[in-house]
């Protein structure tokens, strides 16, 4: 599949050796999810679904802020006048399907933490198979402070922390910097600088660009499945997926290069 990417303004984005890099680009407003953001950074997302010459993502924001969370003013003109109910609703749900769309990519996808990760940033954060965050980061679930609700990132949260933790996080607004997250279970890295966070990233790459890109797509599915299916259906679905795996031609490929002591041809050096 091309690896032409769509033209985008509030989403930059760099591919270098099939690693694609996506930066937030709206500093005017510390990267929030405005209707512009949204839109572009989900023209990128539904160019990365299925599309496997793309082994990894970093998610990252501009000017040193990972995102604001949700957009404020779009919520203010949302009220003006009374409020369309359904409109509202609509708005929501939108931002719930951005969230599942970054969850569900077939892409190992990385989220680097800067600066801040508010409200629906920490919970597209949270959407990331790994988080690294930069200890002086600002991390907060204000919804509540503003008689709104974490709505569609409250799985999510849930998912990552564990429900005593989501609890204490929503409840109470509690604010933590990312030397904390790491305690909590919300990171997987902690770093100080630019230069701590490319170690790392260089870590994590070389250990998914020697994985096949279809089994990790196909592996991410097993584990999101764990969420909606119970033990009993689950037994068929991960044998399904297992059968799917292994008479493809990467895991013809991988069985044969094992036997044989030779690199697969989907392994990066």
Request: net charge negative.
């Amino acid at each position: 599949m091309s690896t032409a990417l769509p033209e985008t303004t509030k989403v930059l984005t760099a591919l270098d050796g099939g690693w694609l890099t996506l930066t937030l680009n709206s500093p005017e407003n510390r990267n929030a999810l405005s209707a512009e953001l949204t839109a572009d950074l989900n023209a990128v997302l539904d160019h990365c679904h299925g599309n496997h010459d793309i082994r990894g993502i970093t998610l990252r924001g501009a000017d040193g802020t990972f995102c604001a969370g949700g957009d404020l003013k779009s919520f203010g003109k949302a009220l003006a006048g009374g409020g369309d109910r359904d409109a509202i609703k609509s708005m929501n749900r939108s931002g719930g399907e951005l969230f599942a769309k970054i969850e569900s990519l077939p892409q190992v996808v990385i989220a680097y933490v800067e600066g801040a990760a508010i409200a629906g940033g920490l919970g597209m954060m949270c959407c990331a198979d790994i988080i690294v965050v930069n200890e002086n980061a600002k991390f907060a679930l204000t919804e509540t402070k503003l008689g709104i609700v974490p709505a569609q990132i409250a799985p999510i949260v849930v998912a990552r922390v564990g429900m005593p933790t989501a609890r204490r996080l929503m409840l109470t607004a509690a604010r933590f910097t990312g030397a904390q997250t790491k305690d909590i279970g919300l990171s997987d890295f902690v770093v100080s600088d630019e230069a701590e966070f490319e170690s790392v990233e260089v870590e994590i790459k070389s250990g998914v660009l020697s994985c096949a890109p279809r089994a990790n797509a196909i592996t991410k599915d097993i584990l999101l499945a764990t969420h909606r299916i119970n033990r009993a259906e689950m037994l068929d679905y991960a044998a399904d997926k297992f059968a799917d795996a292994m008479t493809s031609n990467e895991g013809r490929e991988g069985i044969m290069s094992f036997v044989t002591k030779q690199k697969p041809s989907w392994v990066k050096d």
